[in-house]
Structures are given as C-alpha cells and as structure tokens.
C-alpha cells in the first residue's frame, strides 16, 4: 500500500509546489513509482514546474466525477518514468472537492503507488482540509519570517485535529521544510534561523532549502531544479528525498559565512 505524503503550509507562496515537484522527482529517481497530484483548485502550477501543462487533458475532478478513468487522466513525466502527475482543475468552483470521493481517489492510488504526493493549497484555502485528511505524512513548508511560522504552527494544529489518522487515536507524521533560507540574513539577524523556526514548530526537521534565483528560471523553462548538478537548493531536494525513504543523511552546510550551519546545530 502507497504512502500518502502530503505537502503544506499555512502561509500562501512560501514554496510547496516547488518543493512537490522536486520531492516526487527525487523520490522516483530513488526507485520509488510516485504520482504527484496538485489539489490546488482554480490554480494551476505544478503542471508548469513540471513542464506538463500542455499533456493535460483531464484533471482530478474528471476522475472524481467519473468523466474519465485514472489512466486517462494520469500524465507520465517525460524525464522520470517513474512519476505520474495528476492535474489539478481549473474550475473556478473551489469547493468542488468531495470528502469521500478524494478518499476512493486516494485508495485506488494507493494500490498502484508507493508514494502519492498531494500538493496543497495554503491552509486558509479551501480545499485544504481534503488534501490532509488522509495523510500518513505531512510536510509543512515555512519561510524563516514570523508570519509564515505563525500560520505554520496553526496548520500543525489543524492536521492533528481534523485528518483520519488523528480521529483514529494515531498521529500524522509531521516533518518541518524550511524554504528560502539565506545564511547571510540570519547572521546579520534579519531573518530567523532554523532553530528559531524548530522551537516554535516543535517538529523534527527534515530539509533546509536555501533562497536560489535559479528556481525562478526553472519553472519557465518547465524543468525542475531537482536536475542542476550546481545548484545548492538542488541537492537540499535530493537530501528531503532520500530523508523521506528514511536514509539519514546530513543537513546542507549552506554557502554563507563560515561555519554559520554549524553553529545552528552546535
Ligand atoms: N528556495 C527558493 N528560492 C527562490 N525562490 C523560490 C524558492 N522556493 C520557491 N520559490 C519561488 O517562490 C514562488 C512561490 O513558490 P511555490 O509556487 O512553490 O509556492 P506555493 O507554496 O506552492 O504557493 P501557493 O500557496 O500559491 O500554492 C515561486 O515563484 C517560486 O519560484
Ligand atoms: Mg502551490
């Protein structure tokens, strides 16, 4: 049975989409067969990410509505044959989503999948609350600002009082993405660190992404940053990946002043 990993934050464009793409990327070039579905109703943008938007002919809400079968709707990645992705729809009806329709999605995905990846609209979003429900896992993305922590923190709560496994007596796993990072910030102390992030979330940490322009180029050209051999927060995704498998592996030492990531971690 797959594995429902599900991507999230409290605070809108603090980078889940990013994060989904390049985890379900790395997670299938471990070996793992990943399908990754945007859930984020009305906006697309995995698809872009991804560079799959002009497959696209049936979305989530066509399978759900029995428009047509998964198979059809399920796009396969043109690099990681691996990965599949499933479109979100552009309806403007954001509450399209059905509880226990998502939930049938979901089972007979599991089936097929190891990991189903569920890109998640922010938590004040509607069409939040389905994309957790059924979570083994949950991923909360933050930016190191006060804003984003805070919503983050509210969305930890919110997992822990409305998914299935929670309602079951057993817990969501929870993991803390930091996005955006950037080392010369936080030494001049204008932006939190990553222990003032974790003693706030109180959650392990499972990746440090740091700030990199070249994501922006990424998402135009429609190739996930994931494939840059020389991008640091390239390699930051390919760590969250095999983290994700369970491999341990150590945390980035981010380019910056010198010996600024060993001091976060003493
Ligand atoms: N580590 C990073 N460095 C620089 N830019 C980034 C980084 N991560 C994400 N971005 C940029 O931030 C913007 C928002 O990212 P993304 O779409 O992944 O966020 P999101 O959380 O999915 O947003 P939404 O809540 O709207 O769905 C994008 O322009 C993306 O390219
Ligand atoms: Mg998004």
Known sequence: MGEVITVTSGKGGVG????????????????????VIDFDIGLRNLDMILGLENRIVYDVIDVMEGRCNLSQALINDKKSKNLYFLPAS????KDILDRNKVKILLED???????????SPAGIESGFEHSIFLADRAL???????SAVRDADRVIGIIDAKSEKAKNGEEVQKHVVINR?????????NMLGVEDVLNI?????IGVIPDDSKIITST??????????????????????????????????LKGKKGFFKRLFG
């Open 90 to 93: 552009q309806t403007s009806d």
């Open 16 to 35: 889940k989409s990013t994060l989904s793409a390049n985890l379900s990327v790395g997670l299938s070039e471990l070996g793992k067969k990943v399908v």
């Open 220 to 253: 135009n050209k429609g190739e996930p940053i994931y494939y840059d051999n020389e991008s640091e927060a390239a390699e930051a995704y390919r760590r969250i990946a095999k983290r994700v498998i369970g491999e341990d592996v150590p945390f980035l030492e």
């Open 140 to 146: 909360i993305v933050s930016t190191p600002d006060v």
């Open 181 to 189: 990072l950037n080392p010369e910030m936080v030494d001049s102390g």
């Open 201 to 205: 979330l109180a959650l392990p940490l």
């Open 109 to 119: 995905l599991k089936k097929d999948f190891d990991m189903i990846v569920i890109d």
